[in-house]
């Protein structure tokens, strides 16, 4: 096959462009797919994208990636069928139109109506489309924009619980427990895409709390916590059996505190006592001293400390 000669300065955008208008006049792709029909099948669905956001440099990035292995593949002899797929659910779906409706949290949806709000959650989950398709095909990337799977659609929804129902059957399904960051406006943990969207750092409100040890006089556990609000209903103090714990005398008191935090916390005027593992701590009983002393500490900050002492 002999290319095109080109002559003069060569203006790349406008070379795509003539590929890109022979392919689709010629309908290049679907005859890529009709040669390979019979041909072993290689699955591919796009990841997909939600349509609710316009496209970004990143999306170019990721998806010629996807369009390399898929134009790979079908050279090697595989029945490349590429599915276009559109994510509509998630929580920075209705977060936009919590925006677009000028309305706050689950009082706000109820008090609007959840159907209602269901419905603009619906139709805002394509107001971009035009732009991803554009891109899609200003790229060059390959893929089945007129048949896409939609992840709101009953047929998909049942298709997921299908495969959840045959994992179960073949007790590949557990129950676990795992710590998810949490949106106490959304009341909904959050995925680490949605946390990266809003991610920022601020002062967390804490407090230091002594704890009075009853088996001695004037001696405290110095406790750390970002949520005071759930000391009325905590029973026990938890300390890490490797950590080492120093009891120290301090402006007249003896304190427990996590030696990595001492100094830190209390700075230099204080005097060692004893060196505990944090094993040797258990069992201890105490009650609440009416001594608190309110700090501001910046989140990463609370996040080393919480490493050391906590309160559980």
Request: hydrophobic share 35%; proline share 5%; net charge positive.
């Amino acid at each position: 096959m002999k290319f095109k000669e080109r002559t003069g300065k060569v203006q790349i955008p406008i070379i795509e462009e003539e590929i890109l208008k022979f392919w689709e006049s010629s309908s290049i792709f679907q005859k890529s797919l009709k040669i390979r029909a019979s041909s072993p099948h290689f699955v591919f669905y796009e990841g997909p994208p939600t349509a609710n956001g316009r496209p970004g440099i990143h999306h170019v990035m990721s998806r010629t990636i996807k369009d390399v292995i898929c134009r790979y593949k079908t050279m090697r002899g595989f029945f490349v069928n590429r599915k276009a797929g559109w994510d509509t659910h998630g929580l920075p779906v209705e977060i936009e139109v919590e925006k677009m409706l000028n309305i706050e949290g689950k009082e706000g949806i109820e008090k609007y109506g959840i159907e209602k709000f269901n419905q603009k959650c619906r139709e805002s989950v394509f107001n971009y489309k035009k732009e991803w398709d554009d891109l899609t095909k200003r790229i060059g990337f390959w893929l089945d924009l007129d048949n896409p799977y939609i992840t709101f659609q009953n047929d998909y929804i049942e298709t997921v619980w299908w495969i959840l129902k045959n994992f179960y059957e073949r007790k590949l399904i557990y129950k676990g427990f795992k710590i998810l960051p949490y949106c106490p406006r959304c009341e909904t943990p959050l995925s680490s895409h949605e946390v990266s969207q809003g991610y920022r750092e601020v002062k967390d409100p804490s407090i230091y709390i002594k704890f009075k040890i009853l088996q001695e006089s004037e001696t405290y556990f110095l406790v750390w916590t970002t949520t005071p609000w759930t000391l009325i209903s905590n029973v026990a103090l938890a300390v890490h059996p490797d950590v080492e714990y120093l009891k120290v005398k301090f402006k007249g008191e003896k304190l427990f505190i996590a030696e990595p935090r001492a100094a830190e916390v209390l700075g230099t005027e204080f005097e060692v006592l004893e060196r505990l593992k944090g094993w040797q701590l258990e069992h201890i009983s105490t009650w609440i001293s009416p001594t608190v002393e309110r700090v501001s500490i910046t989140f990463p900050q609370a996040q080393r400390m919480v490493q050391s002492v906590y309160f559980g």
